[in-house]
């Protein structure tokens, strides 16, 4: 071999080193890569717990009308119905609505509606969950549709009326002097999940055809529409 093609093997021989170093930077590269997007992933499960919805009751039907004092003729009436709501922890949650059949539509819209406006429902859990206690449903601030209770005038009776944020929104005796009911709660409208005159959810109900207990002759049943 003369000195020139020794040469110019040396530089060939360089070139092949040099390019599988650059390869094997390159794969160093991609390893970087994947290690990131690795850490990535393990952010995923806490982005989804914030972003999960909370559980306040998951009940099959049965379950909703279990022990009711009701007639068959009602319960064939009633629909369970899922819904989701913010609630006073500022995260969505989902319950459920036990009611008549005739007001799903509207059940189904008020809560889309209240969801969307940010209005709070603290919880809507069927009245089974109390024992059929609609003292400790409202005490406990529940939203609720169906209770057989005071079957003679009770629209909550068929399932054709809807208590919203019962403690939020508390049952004042316009002349008797009588406690608020639920008993100690208080009306605050500065409070997310208070209603009043002007209120837009309040609105929504009346354009649906409800009557609102605002408006009944011994109290103010805030809480309280019915059809
Ligand atoms: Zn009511």
Not at 118 to 143: C, E, H, R
């Amino acid at each position: 071999m003369t000195s020139n093609v020794k040469h110019y093997w040396i530089i060939i021989l360089l070139i092949f080193v040099i390019s599988c170093t650059n390869k094997n930077n390159s794969s160093d590269n991609n390893e970087t890569t994947i290690t990131e997007i690795s850490s990535d992933n393990k952010l995923e499960p806490i982005a989804e717990k914030v972003d999960t919805i909370i559980i306040d009751s998951d009940m099959t039907f049965e379950e909703a009308v279990k022990n009711t004092k009701a007639p068959k003729t009602v319960i064939d009436q009633l629909v369970l119905i899922d819904v989701q709501y913010l609630s006073t922890d500022n995260r969505t949650h989902k319950g459920q609505i036990l009611t008549n059949k005739k007001l799903e539509e509207d059940v189904r819209h008020i809560f889309k509606f209240m969801l969307d406006s940010g209005f709070v429902i603290d919880k809507a859990i069927p009245v089974v969950q109390y024992n059929w206690s609609d003292s400790l449903s409202m005490a406990d601030n529940n939203t609720y549709s169906f209770c057989y209770r005071n079957v003679s005038y009770s629209k909550h009776a068929h399932g054709m009326a809807i208590d919203i944020n019962p403690r939020f929104n508390p049952l004042r005796w316009k002349k008797e002097n009588c406690p608020n009911q639920p008993e100690g709660a208080v009306l605050d409208t500065t409070i997310n999940g208070t209603l009043h005159i002007e209120h837009i959810v309040v609105k929504e109900f009346k354009k649906m055809g409800y009557k609102w207990g605002h408006q009944f002759s011994r109290y103010y049943d805030d809480h309280h529409f019915e059809k």
